[in-house]
């Protein structure tokens, strides 16, 4: 659309902030402006007007659209946001948010990085630079390492797709391709994403199973979101999927029986490692740990980590197993 003017009315050379600070300030002056109206007075093009209007909702403007009987479309801002309160964090709140962006460096390639940037740079933005200088040192003296760490970029569209199924309870189909199997279309409700051991994974209600199920993002293929809403239920939990897994593989719980030795068994009384455990010191100061639990691999692979101070009692099956995997990693190590 070509914008006409008065004859010697000099157009206005703004900065974007300078823009953005005129279509702010119309905005809440008014009940609401239309792109066409706020374009004649900016004087600038629609499109220009329509990329403000998006950096106004990006920076956290509670800013609405309506139709109008006579079809014409206006923007305004929700009645009353002035009236609340900013938001506002102590010093010992900010080092915490800090601390936890840390935490999510698994994140890394994914649509949820870009949203803590982005919450960040917000963060930042109404601090002196001083302070931002001095919560990124404390962050970067507490930063994590991980070991085989992901990057989702090239899962992005993915879950950018599976975000706005989450979060407005769309249906969708997904193409899931377990190891050495071709893909299987699953329709599925997405209930929620579960963090795991540095990994992300989808939990969901699959029709073709008439069951809950998990998957490993790294392994859907393909992502259709259709229209059609569902409801969580309202009973829903992990602990559903999970079961009594020691991990995420829930199979029949076994009774297990492991001893450590005194050389780490101060780290097995550190942590908590499944809900039923129970622990009992030894007189020569190793450690007996039983619990209830299933997943014989992610038990393995666990226990696996304390050799040589690490001893399977029961149950039988999985001693075996325990047993015949050592068997097998001495045979290809000689």
């Known amino acids: 659309m070509t914008i006409t003017r008065s004859p010697g009315r000099p157009a206005k050379k703004y900065t974007q902030a300078a823009r953005l600070h005129d279509v702010i300030r119309i905005l809440e002056a008014r009940y609401g402006a239309t792109v066409d109206e706020l ?3 900016c004087q600038v093009n629609r499109r220009t007007i329509f990329r403000d209007l998006q950096a106004i909702r ?9 139709r109008e009987e006579d079809g014409r479309v206006l923007y305004r801002f929700l009645t009353g946001f002035k009236k609340i309160p900013p938001i506002t964090f102590s010093l010992e709140e900010l080092m915490t948010l800090y601390l936890c ?18 919450i960040f ?5 109404g601090l002196p630079p001083r302070s931002v200088a001095h919560l990124e040192r404390i962050a970067e003296a507490v930063a994590p390492r991980f070991q085989g760490i992901r990057d989702y970029s090239h899962k992005r569209d993915i879950l950018e797709q599976l975000r706005q199924a989450l979060l407005y309870q769309y249906r969708c189909s997904i193409w899931y391709a377990p190891p050495h199997r071709e893909a299987e279309e699953y329709p599925l409700d997405p209930y929620n994403l579960l963090f795991y051991k ?31 809403r569902f409801d969580v239920p309202e009973d829903f939990g992990v602990d559903q999927l999970l079961g009594s897994a020691f991990g995420l593989i829930d199979e029949t719980a076994q009774h297990v029986e492991v001893r450590f030795g005194v050389e780490i068994a101060h780290l097995i009384r550190e942590r908590t490692w499944h809900p ?19 997943g014989e691999k992610e038990l393995l692979s666990w226990l ?5 101070h690490v001893q399977v009692i029961a149950p039988q099956s999985l001693k075996q197993s325990f047993v015949e995997g050592l068997k097998e990693a001495l045979s290809k190590n000689r």
Do not use: C
Not at 58 to 66: F, H, M, T
């Open 39 to 41: 374009a004649e007075e």
């Open 121 to 125: 740079s917000r963060v930042r933005s």
């Open 101 to 118: 962006r840390g935490q999510l460096g698994f994140l890394q390639g994914s649509p949820f990085q870009d949203d803590l940037e982005a």
């Open 198 to 228: 540095n990994s992300l994974y989808l939990a969901g209600y699959a029709h073709n199973r008439d069951a809950l199920r998990l998957f490993l993002i790294d392994r859907i293929q393909q992502v259709v979101v259709s229209k059609d």
């Open 58 to 66: 990006d920076a956290g403007y509670p800013l609405l659209s309506e």
């Open 304 to 308: 696996y980590s304390y050799l040589p």
């Open 276 to 294: 039923s455990q129970r622990l009992q010191d030894q007189e020569d100061g190793s450690v007996l740990m039983t619990f209830e639990a299933g």
